[in-house]
């Protein structure tokens, strides 16, 4: 691959929508114009690749979005790109349009599809990582995080407004499917009393006991944040494994649900955003190929398809020991 | 009664807290200081006058609490005070303070209490109307429903990123217990395709054929508000009703939860709250007893228990009719 | 003027932009679109209609735009619809398009062009009030004042975080031009001190002297909320008037500014705009002309431009005598 | 210093407040108790420390106070505290309290304080650094700098509604003292046409080809964004110099002010300021003393006082060129 090669792109954003993808968006468009490269934005991910739906963007087609949620491009899951045929036609179109390389924002399952898609057809691609969830290797943080955790704090300071004034016990289920890290970054910053995620081990009786120590204490009402892809099914499983031993706490459930997903991204993910987005038309100039952006210790990296999609990323054990010190 | 006598009150929070609470406590106290009243706060409602949880309150105590959510004075449910010996010994804590009169904040079951209590026991109660329900007849306005409805319109608001970058169809629950007041006005404020409440009928086959009409007539998405008390069984019970037909919109359930109990009170409900306090205490004053306050045509107005307790208030029907002119 | 003329309308935003423009927008294009209407949308107000910038307006052409602050069809303030020369411009582009009637959206000034003109081409004009100053006569509310009081109020809570953590006093400007609605409103609801509004007379020594008390009594911060149009020069001009003998209490004057006038609307506005513009059609269809729609006592009225342009709006004095008890 | 020795700390808030300090406050108070160390508030700094303004805190003093803004300490500035005579009195009080080590959260002007005087009398320090500017050497960041930005930029969001209704110039304000930072972040995260800080020259005759080109290239308006300690005098200062030759986009200056300081903290302050409470007694239990902890490249780590004070942290330069790039 050759810097000269690059003349035209495209971009789109696929799987789950995350806050930011759309400041993604404009810094890829605007990094490419700055270098004079075209930029194509393919609608609904790879289903507007099979379908066919691009449209070229230029500078101002991407003012006036860097605040906004969700994404403008739309996004979809596409069964069709995983048959072979489906990504035949798909390939087909972007030769069509000329396009030399092709920039995903999305997560695990974006990067992928662009791994098998470019191996077979030859199309470089770059990725950048847009998950709520941070559950990608090879980044510290992924784009719509920050936001998503920053919703779920916000939700759980509403909360504990209503514990507080009824002294009551409340489990709270965050997003993150089977990650942790927006359930131990919530707990942390709303100073929950507990915290319950895959990736560390749940003792019960533990909890049960510390909820009783707590209000022994003189703790008045208790939060406990349980991630959605908690083994024991989640605020609703917890919930029903301790609510006879704690009845007199009167244990309620609540799901945050799916606004955690949207709202105008934070300060942190329009950053983060911009960072990756520039960074991904800049490494493609530079001639890279088939590698995701990330941020690591604050500075842009790369990092395999393969490592992104197989490797784990765990949240720091030193985070959640913290969590449980705080918590007393 | 005659106003020489009320030289002491008492004022407390009972039932579902609701934001704006704290204004209105911070409203009676200091008109009562300003009238040279003393005021006793209750802790825990009924409860707490079961066992004498009182405090003095003065100007300086209730500073700084006006934009907080939740209840500084906490509320319970009390079943001790549904029998006579548990309001038997309340009375006998208030005599103890010398209590010439009581405040009492919250919604229906606390009026009931309150009217119940100050017939047998002969001590004056005012009313204010403090419930995210807005469900109280008498009062245009309860304290703390703006707040709940822009909590909810602010997590709509959230849930149409996501909604619209997948195309997708979303039932969103909100609370209301039996009442659509939360449901119709989040519906009209968030731009909903349709609005499911107790007080109207709902046809599923018109929602359904607006929901496919709508996506006829390039709608791109679709969000549903659904009031908690739809007797259909909430969002949940809606959604299992439609999914088969409407699979293609992948229809998604989202329940906003207690998180609309919480959060600093919006503008409306602090100067309401203000209002409303304010008015309880020289209501008091001019001698009037076993009433509540409320706000009509922009108004102060007293109406009875009674009435607060048994007539019922329903959303307009012209608001129904324009939410679905609007939403086409 | 007959109901049965009425088939094309034009629609327009004018002066300064308001929080709700957009749903009133969106009310006036869906509620005449299910009428049957034609809409042609006008761009910047009386300076598009003399540019000839008109659009057609559909239903699919408001969605999504109910939760956005500012105005889509943009706003302006036009020198040239001050000369008749500009004004029959106007009306040729109007005739043009065979426009029936308009409706106008904006505040004092929008209403006084929309007067004249109609007067002079016999044009039906209906006046649908959108400004955040709330100073307009014949409604009890404008469209987004609720928004900008609230944002208001959420700038004085983040002021009260650092006055309070310092022991400071605070002038804290809001806009409201000659009127002092947006300053009361924001100063209840916030917990403030004192409010200097034009519409009350101001005595320095007695805010001095509430302001010493404070302190004596306890009081850790003090924040006084200061009309942009008080006539001794806004908080500027207090703060020069108080420093030196308040020197001990760092009194900090700031000036929210713009930031109040944007933003997404609240619930209030939303249903106020969504009401005033569904009302505002169904007005013209009912016959009436030359009138602007309003909310009075919870109800929809009509009143005449000359009353809206003449006439003025006060705040309530028994919200001022509230204001300065609950602040003690 | 040897471990077994630290028994009694006392820890502070001092010089501008900042969102997060109640956090990191709590995380000292909390991690001290799980140390079984004794823990010590002093209220208002340095202040408070010459005055013996001390008490107690135990676990559940600083329970419910993550999510508030300001610091429930309260803060001054102390000129007594610059003369040996004050920092005599105030090494009394902490003799008399027998406390073997302070944990001082605060900025520039505190660390000095707090290495004159353990260098003085022999008490050792450990400084967390809290302020919005994000000017202290030897940290990324510093705790409040992520909430100011994500102030001024939900105010900049909103602002952009007016500008865009209307075609204007916005030259905004933003805090930051003699540094750039938040100026910077919030110019990329409001999607800036333009920032001015102190780091980096201006050139106002580029500034104004930009706007001007921006205007052609049909850009409807436009934002600056200028540090409030830009050479030129600021916001009010730029405009003076432009807005003859750029009459035409009507320029407004709109200064943010103090609501920077204040709000809720961001998950991210909240998560900074955990770690940084959390690791300060960690050092301490280790011996350490006379430094600041900080966090770089995600690690916790410490610096000599003399480095924060002396050393000076600039904006990455490679940022302040995507910023222009981005804003094409």
């Given at each position: 691959m050759d810097r000269k090669d690059i003349r035209r792109i495209a971009v789109f954003t696929s799987g789950g929508d995350a806050p930011g993808m759309n400041a993604a968006l404009r810094a890829v468009v605007r990094t490419a114009a700055w270098n004079k490269l075209h930029v194509y934005g393919i609608e609904r991910g790879f289903e507007g690749m099979i379908d066919g739906h691009f449209k070229r963007m230029e500078r101002r087609d991407v003012a006036n979005i860097i605040q906004r949620g969700g994404t403008v491009l739309r996004t979809a899951r596409s069964k069709r790109f995983m048959t072979p045929e489906g990504r035949a036609q798909a390939a087909e179109h972007l030769r069509s349009y000329d396009i030399d390389a092709c920039i995903a924002i999305g997560g695990n399952g974006t990067f992928t599809g662009a791994k098998v898609f470019s191996e077979e057809h030859n199309i470089p691609f770059i990725g950048i990582p847009g998950t709520i969830d941070n559950d990608l290797f090879g980044t510290d943080y992924t784009i719509g995080f920050d936001t998503a955790v920053n919703t779920a704090i916000d939700a759980v300071d509403k909360i504990r407004d209503t514990a507080d004034s009824h002294n009551r016990l409340f489990l709270v289920e965050v997003m993150g499917r089977n990650s942790g890290f927006i359930a131990l970054h919530t707990a942390i910053g709303s100073g929950a009393s507990s915290v319950l995620i895959p990736e560390a081990e749940t003792n019960l009786e533990d909890l049960k006991n510390v909820l009783k120590k707590n209000k022994a204490r003189g703790k008045l009402f208790s939060v406990v944040i349980v991630a959605e892809g908690h083994p024991m099914g989640g605020a609703a499983g917890i919930a029903e494994r301790i609510q006879d031993e704690l009845a007199s706490m009167e244990p309620k459930v609540t799901v945050i649900g799916h606004l955690q997903r949207g709202g105008a991204p934070t300060a942190l993910?329009?950053?983060?955003?911009?960072?990756?987005?520039?960074?991904?038309?800049?490494?493609?100039?530079?001639?890279?190929?088939?590698?995701?952006?990330?941020?690591?210790?604050?500075?842009?990296?790369?990092?395999?398809?393969?490592?992104?999609?197989?490797?784990?990323?765990?949240?720091?054990?030193?985070?959640?020991?913290?969590?449980?010190?705080?918590?007393?």
């Open positions: 993910d329009r950053l983060l955003a911009s960072r990756l987005g520039h960074a991904a038309v800049n490494k493609l100039m530079d001639g890279e190929e088939n590698v995701a952006v990330g941020i690591v210790n604050s500075l842009i990296t790369t990092y395999s398809f393969d490592d992104a999609i197989h490797r784990e990323k765990k949240p720091e054990s030193a985070l959640i020991t913290m969590a449980s010190i705080l918590a007393i």
